[in-house]
C-alpha cells in the first residue's frame, strides 16, 4: 500500500512508524526502571528490619564488600530517589510520543481524505482507552 500513497503521506507514515519505535523503547526502558525502583525500596525496607550493628555487605561488580549500615541506607535511599525522578521522566516522555503519534496519525488520515482508523494506520502505539477517537 505504501507504494500508492503520495510522498508526503508516505514520510509521515514513516514517521509514525519510528515514533512506534520510540514508544515501545520508552515503554520498555520504563518498565525496567520500575522493575529496579522496586526491588530497590524493598531492599531499603528491609534494611529496616537489620540491627545497624550487623555486619553488611555490598555487592561492587562480582565481589561482596563490606559496608558500614549508614552508607548502605544512603545509597539505597539515593538509587531510590534516581530511579522514581527516572520513571516521572520516561512517562513524560511517553506521553509526549503518545501525542505526537496522535498529531501525526491525524494529520496522515487528513492528507488521505480523513476516513476513520484502520488500514495502513492500525496497530499505533499503546495509547490507552480514549486512542481511537482521533
Not at 515503554?27 to 550493628?53: G, M, V
Not at 555487592?59 to 563490606?66: A, S, T
Not at 511517553?94 to 501525526?104: D, Y
Request: glycine share 12%; aromatic share 2%; charged share 30%.
Amino acid at each position: 500500500m505504501q507504494g500508492n500513497l503520495p510522498p508526503e503521506a508516505q514520510e509521515k507514515l514513516e514517521e509514525l512508524q519510528d515514533l512506534q519505535e520510540t514508544a515501545q523503547q520508552v515503554a520498555q526502558q520504563k518498565q525496567q526502571a520500575q522493575t529496579q525502583l522496586t526491588e530497590s525500596q524493598n531492599a531499603l525496607e528491609a534494611l529496616e528490619d537489620i540491627d545497624p550493628d550487623s555486619t553488611m555487605y555490598r555487592e561492587v561488580g562480582e565481589l561482596l564488600v563490606e559496608t558500614e549500615y549508614d552508607e548502605a541506607e544512603d545509597d539505597l535511599s539515593e538509587t531510590v530517589d534516581n530511579l522514581e525522578v527516572r520513571v516521572e521522566s520516561l512517562e513524560k516522555q511517553e506521553e509526549r510520543v503518545e501525542e505526537q503519534f496522535e498529531e501525526l496519525q491525524s494529520d496522515l488520515q487528513e492528507m488521505l481524505g480523513g476516513g476513520g482508523g484502520g488500514g495502513a494506520l492500525g496497530g499505533g502505539p499503546d495509547v490507552g482507552p480514549g486512542a481511537g477517537g482521533a
